[in-house]
């Protein structure tokens, strides 16, 4: 053979075989994809968050981008902790569905078996299902003219405005309209059907059993490990300014939104939830399952402490969002496909449903939604 034919051959092959081992399988793909839109999003040097996807029992997208802290320039990484914000709710959701199956309260209590000083006739006739679901009635009308309250007030003194309160927005059941307040009551409810106090119930009954060994409560002045600031841009929109407790309001509330933990501690949540070992099978179907559709807001309703959402195209979703001060909060999962995605932030400004939206096409042209 021609000296000159057989090096061209062995060029063809050593070109045919390093293409074949460069070529990028869809898992990989997948992961570059993700490594430039958070890239993108959240820089290096300013605020940014931690993502990661479990697939199966397989964390297969784990990374931190930007900051965690601008004075002292300390990295995100997926350790690093969060204010979840709302996304807490599921938290204490899941705490009323256990007291529920072990015959310690019913979620066809009424509000007014826990709350008897509550003079209104209608917290007879509205149940802990209600209160789970955003469909009370009960509005918003935490006093807001004294700044001090707004932004140290805690869950018992939250819902104090509930006492003499003596009209509803609308017939308990008829309709959506979220709410914290009704969620703040469940600070109360789960200490007095437990008979512990709600920080030792959470602690024992339910970060212990999930693995969550360091994830905790905010309360000014408690020690927060691994700790983030929120972040919102200053008024000029050329740099950050903390907005967390002390600047944003209602910051300091438990049972609907005080809750600091990290990506990696929310997995094992998830992994709590997979195995059954907090509710039943059946009492975590009825919670991920629409109890009332949302106004203005295709394909989804609430269930009790999640959002459902059913898009044509894509199986079913049970998610929730988070938004305390300058923390920007996601946690989704598709059950039936056992994938859990989380995008934990410590600034706000970013559009998330165009983000999440990304990332749902990333997993499908994986093939990760099939």
Not at 38 to 57: C, M, N, Q, T, V
Request: net charge negative; charged share 25%; proline share 4%.
């Amino acid at each position: 053979m021609n000296r000159l034919v057989l090096i061209s051959i062995i060029s063809v092959l050593i070109y045919v075989m390093a293409s074949c081992s460069t070529k990028q399988t869809p898992d990989r793909k997948a992961v570059a994809q993700l490594d430039s839109l958070f890239s993108r999003l959240y820089p290096a040097d300013e605020p940014g968050a931690a993502a990661l996807i479990l697939k199966g029992d397989n964390i297969v997208y784990k990374k931190g981008f930007g900051i965690a802290n601008i004075e002292t320039k300390e990295p995100v990484t997926s350790k690093t902790f969060f204010c979840i914000a709302s996304v807490s709710k599921q938290f204490s959701a899941v705490a009323l569905m256990m007291l529920h199956e072990e015959g310690k309260l019913s979620l066809d209590d009424n509000v007014s078996t826990f709350f008897p000083h509550f003079k209104a006739p209608f917290f007879k006739t509205i149940t802990l299902r209600h209160l789970l679901s955003h469909t009370s009635g009960i509005p918003d009308a935490r006093p807001r003219n004294d700044r001090n309250f707004v932004l140290t007030a805690i869950d018992e003194t939250s819902y104090v405005y509930m006492e003499e309160l003596d009209k509803l927005n609308f017939e308990p059941g008829t309709a959506y309209e979220y709410m914290n307040p009704t969620y703040q009551l469940m600070y109360t409810i789960i200490e007095k059907a437990s008979g512990m106090k709600f920080d030792d119930f959470m602690r024992a009954r339910i970060f212990d059993v999930a693995g969550m060994s360091e994830s905790i409560y905010f309360e000014d002045g408690k020690p927060i490990p691994h700790f983030s600031h929120g972040y919102r841009l200053n008024r000029n929109g050329e740099g950050f300014e903390k907005y967390d407790y002390g600047e944003a309001s209602f910051f300091a509330t438990k049972a609907d939104g005080g809750l600091y933990t990290s990506v990696e501690e929310f997995a094992q949540w998830e992994m709590a939830l997979r195995s059954n070992l907090l509710i039943s099978k059946k009492m975590s179907e009825e919670a991920w399952s629409k109890k009332i559709d949302i106004p203005d807001t295709s394909y989804t309703g609430y269930g009790y402490g999640w959002f459902i959402e059913e898009k044509q195209g894509l199986p079913k979703k049970v998610y929730h969002t988070g938004d305390n001060g300058g923390y920007q909060i996601y946690a989704g999962r598709y059950p039936d496909k056992e994938i859990l995605y989380l995008i934990f932030a410590t600034r706000n400004d970013k559009n998330r449903e165009a983000t999440v939206e990304k990332v749902d096409k990333i997993m499908k042209s994986a093939g990760w939604l099939d």
